[in-house]
């Protein structure tokens, strides 16, 4: 799988333009022009969705570095990447961070057992804080989707196809809404 993606990487153009050449011999010129406009749009949605996410992980693991300094943790740097890195799995991702950084509490119990307290409580209000707050404000703004249609789309995708359609549930819904989007303004324009 990992060479064929780099044989579809560098030959991306040359598969675009063969897509281009059979989506304009199948379907007549609006339609393919339509289908054309959406399948960009659709990308963009996602690659927005991924920089969103980038910047929403990078956001926690510098939040995370910046407690774990304030209450003198040990492993501060690492910990916080780990749990920075992690953050880019919705849901699951921060506690599996969190998890791991308690992999290193266990030599914090060593040295002060009350510090590992200090630090769970730590990551559950840096997770609440995320999820709650600053992932769908970034993920809204990168999507165009409101917070409550992003904690909607995690919550959904999630149900119904576990941690990827938690993952692909945002830019999957911000899809959604902009084809819906694009059929309520054709019928508008119908009615004038």
């Known amino acids: 799988s990992v060479m064929v993606s780099v044989y579809m990487i560098s ?45 929403d992980s990078l956001i926690i693991g510098i939040i995370c570095f910046i407690c774990m300094t304030i209450f003198r943790f040990p492993y501060t740097v690492l910990i916080s990447v780990i749990v920075g890195i992690t953050n880019m799995i919705p849901y699951f991702g921060p506690y599996i961070g969190g998890a791991v950084g308690f992999l ?57 196809f576990g941690v990827l359609g938690m993952f692909l549930g945002v830019p999957t819904m911000a899809v959604i809404c902009y084809i819906l989007n694009i059929i309520i303004e054709h019928f508008l324009k119908k009615r004038n």
């Open 104 to 160: 290193g509490g266990i030599i914090i119990v060593i040295i002060n057992p009350l510090q590992v307290i200090f630090f769970a409580i730590m990551i559950l209000i840096i997770q609440q804080f995320d999820g709650l707050f600053l992932g769908p404000k970034i993920l809204g703004n990168s999507t165009g989707l409101k917070p409550l249609w992003v904690i909607f789309a995690i919550v959904v995708g999630g149900a119904m």
């Open 11 to 55: 030959d991306h153009k040359n598969i675009f333009y063969q897509f281009k050449r059979l989506l304009y011999a199948v379907f007549p010129k609006q339609a393919a022009d339509t289908a054309r406009t959406i399948c960009r749009e659709s990308a963009n949605i996602f690659i927005k969705f991924m920089y969103g996410k980038a910047i």
